[in-house]
């Protein structure tokens, strides 16, 4: 079956502009995870979604990201007035279940370049 | 908070000689282990997983780890490398009740012909 997608695959904004990564999880999945892979902080949690419900934000780097999820399926994450920093590859992940058991599945990642 | 040492980031092995990557981990409750490959422009894919019911863990494209818990460890392992084994691989600690992954630094592994 189909795997998680994001879009778009690469991103190229201007310091100071929105943008928007979309993630769409394997059919099924309750649960979808945000990271955020650089070179300088390795792979970093970002959020948690369970259904359309977010219990766990605490990575979130600051107020300038948010993400929502809809229909307990496809989330986005948003980042307000992008900053240099931001760069980085944003990695999406669904599991079947949430809890630490169960496997999560990665997708291809948006790669992000703030100019 | 849980969380999971790769030393080592560049490692070189010869084709058909041993893989070997450390992973030890710190948690102060049962953990669930896992190894992750990435190739270039890819994704993470998993490779294998610990959750309790056995020690020793085989996973795909013939790796396998063991769990030491009296090391904190998780080191993987391949007997022969390939070609086709070069890539990014990332150790990562989960416990039961955080959701989230804490993953390692990585490393870089290159076979050399």
């Known amino acids: 079956g189909a795997g998680v997608s994001q879009s778009p695959s690469n991103k190229v904004t201007e310091k100071g502009k929105d943008v928007e990564l979309r993630c769409d999880p394997i059919s099924g999945h309750t649960a979808l995870y945000w990271y955020r892979q650089s070179l300088g902080q390795g792979l970093e949690f970002l959020i948690y979604f369970q259904g359309n419900s977010a219990p766990d934000k605490s990575g979130l780097p600051s107020d300038r990201f948010s993400a929502e999820r809809t229909g307990g399926s496809v989330s986005t994450l948003t980042i307000q007035r992008t900053q240099q920093e931001d760069s980085a590859v944003y990695l999406c992940?669904?599991?079947?279940?949430?809890?630490?058991?169960?496997?999560?599945?990665f997708g291809p990642g948006t790669r992000l370049t703030v100019t | 908070a849980q969380s999971v040492t790769q030393l080592g980031s560049h490692v070189s092995v010869s084709e058909g000689a041993l893989v070997l990557l450390r992973c030890n981990y710190s948690s102060s409750v049962p953990p669930y282990l896992f190894w992750y490959v990435q190739y270039p422009n890819q994704g993470l894919q998993l490779l294998l997983k610990y959750t309790s019911a056995a020690t020793l863990v085989k996973g795909i494209n013939g790796f396998e780890a063991e769990f030491k818990k009296s090391e904190t460890s998780f080191h993987l392992t391949k007997p022969s490398a390939h070609m086709s084994d070069a890539a990014e691989y990332f150790c990562a600690v989960s416990v039961s009740g955080n959701n989230r992954l804490a993953f390692g630094k990585g490393n870089q592994v290159v076979v050399i012909p």
């Open positions: 992940a669904s599991s079947l279940r949430s809890g630490s058991s169960y496997e999560q599945y």
